[in-house]
Each structure stands twice: as C-alpha cells, then as structure tokens.
T-cell receptor, first 112, second 109 residues
Framework: DAGITQSPRHKVTETGTPVTLRCHQT?????MYWYRQDPGHGLRLIHY???????DKGEVSDGYSVSRSKTEDFLLTLESATSSQTSVYFC???????????FGPGTRLLVL | DAKTTQPPSMDCAEGRAANLPCNHS???????VYWYRQIHSQGPQYIIH???NNETNEMASLIITEDRKSSTLILPHATLRDTAVYYC??????????FGPGTRLSVLP
C-alpha cells in the first residue's frame, strides 16, 4: 500500500465547530486529493493540490478549505461543520496529475 | 468525461473466475479505462488500467473490446477477500476521477 495516513480516523463533533483533517504521505507525490463518500453519491472530489501552496476546487468544495504547506501534508478544514458534512473522507495521492491515484484509509466524521 | 455503466451486483463462487462487465460507449480515444475496488470501510484500491490493449497484472486482467465501448475485469480465481464494490472509470488525463455506484461483487463459499 502507498504510504498514506489520515488522522483522525474517526471524529465526532458538533455543528458550528471547526474541524481539520490531515492527510500525510511518505511517497513524495506531487498531487494530493480530498474526496468525500456518501451513500448514493459514490466518491466526490472536494479539493486537490498540485504542489505546495497550489490547490484547486473540486466538485463539492463549498464549506471546505484546504492547505498544503509542505509536500507530505494536505489539510482539509471545515470552518464551521454542518450535519450535511457527516461523511467518510478519503485522501488520495498521485505522482503526477495524469496518473493512478492511491487512496488512504479514510476518516469517518460525524457532525451532530 | 465518458459515463460508465455497471451491473449493481454480481455473485461468484469461490475459486471461480469473476468477470465484471463495464459499458463505456461514449469513451473518447484518449480516455483510459481504470478499475478500482473498495472493500468494506476501506479506501478504494487501484486494480488495473488500460487504453486499447488488454492488460494483466498480479491482481486481475482487463479485456477491452476493439471498439473500446466496453470492457471486462477478470479476477481469475476469486476468493472471499475479493468481495467488494468494483468501480469502472473512464479517465481522461487532466480531468478528475468520477466514481459511480460500481458493482457489488459477492464471492460465495
């Protein structure tokens, strides 16, 4: 498996609180991605990064922000969590944007 | 992006070959066919991909029809651990992966 870890693996939080999820890679891959997975919707891209400090929006970016201050870490922040953001969040990496993506183990987030 | 269609579910007997079909009739010439699978609660796992030619690796074989409108993922000797949701994706470099509902494969003892 590609060297991808996500933290925390599980989190319960309350509506209105900020939440930050971390994705860490040891592969030195340039591209990193955040997806969410919900029943009936498959995986949907939230944001992605194509280098340090270089990020772009995906399909469902509203309510989320990201940051990448170093190659190995990609942070996803929910500034003010809502119940609709209850989901499983997956991070993925690829060596270049045009290559196979490898996924992390996921973070289960419950917003009450 | 080309849309793919897969049967929602399939069963396969343990030890037998599992053949998972995928239709991608609107695929463009530069779109690859990718297969991933997701075992319950885990992150999607890359299996194989191809453009025109059939491909084989240690996990599976990918058979793409000559007109590229459909493909089949073959797991040659399915085991219980192959029970998962399998996703077929038509992927154009420079765009984003689009995961549909996939096929839920149940390998039965």
């Amino acid at each position: 498996d590609a060297g991808i870890t996500q933290s925390p693996r599980h989190k319960v939080t309350e509506t209105g609180t900020p939440v930050t999820l971390r994705c860490h890679q040891t592969e030195n891959h340039r591209y990193m991605y955040w997806y969410r997975q919900d029943p009936g919707h498959g995986l949907r891209l939230i944001h992605y990064s194509y280098g340090v400090k270089d990020t772009d929006k995906g399909e469902v970016s509203d309510g989320y922000s990201v940051s990448r201050s170093k190659t190995e870490d990609f942070l996803l922040t929910l500034e003010s969590a809502t119940s609709s953001q209850t989901s499983v969040y997956f991070c993925a990496i690829s060596e270049q944007g045009a290559e196979t993506q490898y996924f992390g183990p996921g973070t289960r987030l419950l917003v009450l | 992006d080309a849309k793919t269609t897969q049967p929602p579910s399939m069963d396969c007997a343990e030890g037998r070959a599992a053949n998972l079909p995928c239709n991608h009739s609107t695929i463009s010439g530069n779109e690859y066919v990718y297969w991933y699978r997701q075992i319950h609660s885990q992150g999607p796992q890359y299996i194989i991909h191809g453009l025109k030619n059939n491909e084989t690796n240690e996990m599976a074989s990918l058979i793409i029809t000559e007109d590229r409108k459909s493909s089949t993922l073959i797991l040659p000797h399915a085991t219980l651990r192959d029970t998962a949701v399998y996703y077929c994706i038509a992927y154009n470099y420079g765009q984003n992966f689009v995961f549909g509902p996939g096929t839920r494969l149940s390998v039965l003892p």
